[in-house]
């Protein structure tokens, strides 16, 4: 088992005739997923060779659905263009877009996440990794040969620490690992990756990974207290940032006391969830947690 992304997966990418679309669409066929297509209006009809693997090339996300299947479409494209790609995805009726995109206008993200979520689309991202269910499929940038499958399921705002928790539990290895990514309004949160690993009978563990700014870890705390009975690990980025300063994401935002690491320790251990302050740290808390 996995979520939201299995080896029956398969997978449209949007602007995979760009220089990133290609280099990652490169790097997902070498990992086994299942890539059925690429979406460009203006080469529509042709096809790209991928070594042995040639892709057809699409006119748009409706026409690439009907001639495959396709139920999973990552989008590489401009910020000025990712509201306009989302939306046909969405319109189109597809399952899941996965938005790598970063710099994309807040309000450009607010009406294309709400066009999906009126039309059953989930989204991940913008600004994000990815997700991806090792051994199976990649849907995004997360490098594949980092880790193994395993049963921990893994969240996380942060690209580089997703990458690290990997790697440093890469013995033990995920069933899914997901980055959400770290802009001020995302379409799937922790709370909705906490609520599929909590349903996923093959994930028996779940680290959460968040950072300074917002609440988000707040009210995933809340929501563990109330309803996932599975261990969870934490780890929040930004112990060491200095007060009133904005740090890395777009919604790293910290005002006063409210959105610091501590705050978001403390309301996290105060709902049972062991938190690190280093990845390795946070990573021989989950050892600990599987061998008690």
Known sequence: MAIHLTKESKILVQGMTGGEGMKHTRRMLAAGTNVVGGVNPRKAGRTVDFHDRPVPVFGSVAEGMDATGADVTVVFVPPAFTKAAVTEAADAGIGLAVVITEG????????????????????????????ISPGQSG????????????????????????????????????????????????????????TAFQDDPETDLIVLIGEIGGDAEERAAAYIRDHVTKPVVGYIA???????????????????????????????????????????????????????
């Open 139 to 194: 849907a995004g940038i997360i490098p594949a040969d980092i880790t193994k499958p395993g049963r921990i399921g893994l969240v996380s705002k942060s690209g580089t620490l997703t990458y690290q928790l990997m790697y440093e539990l890469r013995d033990i290895g995920f069933s899914t690992c997901v980055g959400i990514g770290g802009d001020p309004v995302v379409g799937t949160t922790h709370i909705d990756c906490l």
């Open 104 to 131: 994309v206008p807040v309000h450009d993200s607010v009406a294309f996440l709400d066009r999906a979520r009126r039309r059953g689309t989930r989204v991940i991202g913008p600004n994000c990794p990815g997700l």
């Open 238 to 292: 930004g112990f060491t940032a200095p007060e009133g300063r904005t740090m890395g994401h777009a919604g790293a935002i910290v005002s006063g006391s409210s959105g610091t690491a501590r705050a978001k320790q403390q309301a996290l251990e105060a709902a049972g969830v062991r938190v690190g302050r280093t990845p390795t740290e946070t990573a021989r808390h989950v050892l600990a947690v599987l061998d008690a």
